[in-house]
């Protein structure tokens, strides 16, 4: 899709279900560790960049289960096999459990990226200042599809089908839900003043843990159900 195409968010429309975003648990800060990029979720743990690391840890517990020496200054993500992490200009694609870098792409930012997601075959790249999110071919880097967004652009996951990213302005964040197709703003989960979302991902079920930049936590946010 070529830019003049691309679907574009505006100003939240009066539809917009708009509430405070209910925070149900707090991770960290974990000892060593000063801030949070990318976060991710492997089915059992959550994965966060911290930015010369890669952690693993347990969200029934809040122990740290696995480190991988792997920088991640930006969004991570799981296939269901490989993490895949933004490193500066690039995105790594790593075996967890062995901390291999097993291929790399150019980031789309080229450095500027933010959050990122996998979903249907593809990665999810936010642009936080650009204000965008690109849909990527995972082998090549190449940008398929834009989505343009008002706010700048943090975390970005894929639940059910419900496209969510985060947004990171000043003292102000929030968790949207987006229409995919139109780029409509369709609910808002506004954090509490000075509460950040860095990188962000879904459980796949109830939950959204995000990462709180400078202040090294995880934050595990309910997602709302369906209505």
């Given amino acids: ?3 003049s195409k691309a679907e574009r968010i505006g100003k939240t429309p009066a539809a917009a279900r708009v509430r405070a975003a209910e925070i149900v648990r707090e991770y960290g800060p974990f000892a060593g560790i000063s801030a949070i990029h990318g976060v ?6 959550v994965w966060a960049a911290t930015g010369s690391k890669l952690l693993a840890f347990d969200p029934q517990s809040g122990q740290i289960a696995r480190t991988l020496d792997r920088s991640g200054d930006a969004g991570t993500a799981f ?9 500066e200009a690039r995105i790594d694609k790593i075996d967890p459990a062995t901390g291999d870098i097993v291929a790399s792409i ?6 500027a990226d933010s959050g990122m997601a996998w979903a249907e075959g593809s990665l999810w790249v936010g642009q936080y200042r650009e204000r965008k999110i690109h849909q990527i071919d995972p082998e090549t880097g190449a940008v398929l599809r834009t989505i343009e967004s008002n706010r700048f652009v943090t975390g970005v996951t894929w639940v059910d089908g419900e496209l969510w990213h985060g947004t990171w302005e000043g003292d102000a964040s929030d968790i949207r839900r987006i229409n995919p197709e139109s780029g409509t703003v369709l609910e808002r989960l506004e954090m509490p003043p000075g509460v950040g979302v860095s990188g962000m991902e879904s459980d796949g079920a109830g939950l959204f843990y995000c990462g709180g930049g400078p202040s090294g936590k995880v934050r595990a946010v309910r997602r709302p159900s369906g209505e």
């Fill in 40 to 45: 991710s979720h492997d089915g059992k743990r």
């Fill in 106 to 111: 150019p980031a789309p930012g080229h450095g």
């Fill in 1 to 3: 899709m070529n830019q």
């Fill in 79 to 87: 296939d269901g096999t490989h993490l895949y992490q933004i490193a």
